[in-house]
Structure formats: structure tokens, C-alpha cells
């Protein structure tokens, strides 16, 4: 998606495509998060902690992600299903709709030739992304069985002693300054990249020609890192 923001690919007529890559981001944060929970170790106990509290914070709209929701189905073993079933088959749908846009809208121009050069066939981009595919599915298949999954110790019920993984511990730097953001910093994040299209609606695809754009993502990338360093140095200054 960064790739898509810099070049503008998410500009008319692609706008509905760049939706179904939010679509798609999100579930893949959907899965690192079941994963991390099911690993049933500190930092899942504590991952799970924390969405339990956001999913009671929302009322009636949390519910849904709530013990209380099914009392007979238990909240991990529909964390399990999501995780195996849903999720999966959610991906698959969104990403069969991101190629069936690319096929009907062709492939984006090159910001530097945005009349476009020779265009490359959806065939050939297909073979690509199957080259590329099998090359990181053979490489993930191969760092599964030499390196050991991080599992951790078994959880300390009422214990909050681990942090996130690096792709969340930006938010527990947020946590950190205050509690309500574990609520708030989420749909706005989301609200932020669903409006993009909608917002940059020029016809200018070179990201140097686009400056209001690009300082966005660099102040963006900077509180990110910024984040990310901070949660990873600080230690936890609240409890839930």
C-alpha cells in the first residue's frame, strides 16, 4: 500500500480497489493478532486482555467480541475459527476482487510516463506475482522448520509483564500516554486511509509534484517510528 500512496495508484478510476487493500491490511492484522493469541503464552494472555477491554468499552458494537456473546462457544476457540476459517476465506475473497479491478483497470501508469508506455499484460503480471509468491512461501516453509516459534511462558493470570510485537507496540506507546486511545486511534487510523482516494482527487501521479501528499506520509512515518521506538524502550505506566 505504500507503494500504491507514493505512486497514486489509488486515484480514478482505481479508488475501489485501494478500499479493498484496506480491506485486505486489515485482515492481515486480523490474523497476526489471532495468531499471537493463540500461542496461549504471557503475551497472548495480555493481547487478549486488551482486546476484551476495548470490545467491553463498546457496548452493544463489541459485543459480538465479548465472552458473553456465545457463553457456550468460548472466546478462544472463536479466535481459533477466525483464524483458520474466516479470516482465510475473507482474504481470499478480497483478493480475488484486487485482481479481478487490476484485470478490469489494466495496471497503473508509471508516475514518470503516466501516458503510459507498452502496457504489460495481465498474464504476465500474473506469472510474476506466482514467481514471487512461490519464492516467499518456500522461503516462510523453510524459516518454519529451522527456526523455533517464539513461544513464550505460560500466563500469569492479572500479569501485564510483555509487549506487543513490533507491529503493535506503537499502540501500547499510545496506551501509555492514555488508556482511551486503544479505542479511539484504531478507526481513525482506518477512517485516514479509507478517505485517501476521496481526498486526493488531482490528476498529478509524481510523488514530487504531489508535496502535500508526501509530508503527510513523512510526518506519519515519523510518529510511527517514533512510536515504535518509544514503546520498545518505556515500560508500562497504567493498569487496566
Known amino acids: 500500500m505504500l507503494r500504491v500512496y507514493i505512486t497514486a495508484s489509488y486515484k480514478k478510476p482505481r479508488e475501489v480497489n485501494w478500499l479493498v487493500g484496506v480491506g485486505l491490511l486489515l485482515i492481515m492484522v486480523g490474523l497476526l493478532f489471532t495468531g499471537t493469541v493463540l500461542k496461549w503464552d504471557q503475551e497472548a494472555y495480555e493481547a487478549l486482555a486488551h482486546f476484551t477491554w476495548v470490545a467491553g468499552k463498546m457496548g452493544t458494537l463489541g459485543l459480538p467480541l465479548t465472552e458473553q456473546f456465545a457463553n457456550g462457544v468460548p ?6 475459527m477466525a483464524h483458520i476459517s474466516l479470516l482465510p476465506i475473507l482474504a481470499l475473497l478480497l483478493l480475488g476482487l484486487h485482481l479481478f479491478f487490476v484485470k478490469h483497470h489494466q495496471l497503473s501508469p508509471l508516475p514518470d510516463n503516466p501516458a ?38 505460560q500466563p500469569v493470570i492479572g500479569m501485564e509483564v510483555t509487549k506487543p510485537p513490533w507491529q503493535f507496540v506503537w499502540i501500547f506507546a499510545l496506551e501509555n500516554i492514555w488508556v482511551p486511545f486503544l479505542i479511539i486511534a484504531p478507526p481513525v487510523i482506518i ?50
Open 75 to 80: 472466546l478462544l476457540s472463536r479466535l481459533y
Open 116 to 153: 503510459g508506455g507498452k502496457p504489460i499484460k495481465f498474464t504476465q503480471h500474473m506469472a510474476y506475482l506466482r514467481r514471487a509468491g512461490a519464492g516467499i512461501f518456500t522461503l516462510v516453509c523453510l524459516l518454519a522448520l529451522l527456526i523455533a516459534p517464539p513461544l513464550g511462558d
Open 191 to 240: 477512517s485516514l486511509l479509507v478517505a485517501v482516494p476521496f481526498i486526493d482527487r488531482g490528476e498529478e501521479l509524481h510523488w514530487k509534484k504531489r508535496p502535500l501528499a508526501m509530508t503527510f506520509l513523512a510526518l506519519i512515518a515519523i510518529v510511527f517510528i517514533g512510536l515504535i521506538l518509544w514503546g520498545k524502550f518505556t515500560t508500562m505506566t497504567h493498569s487496566m
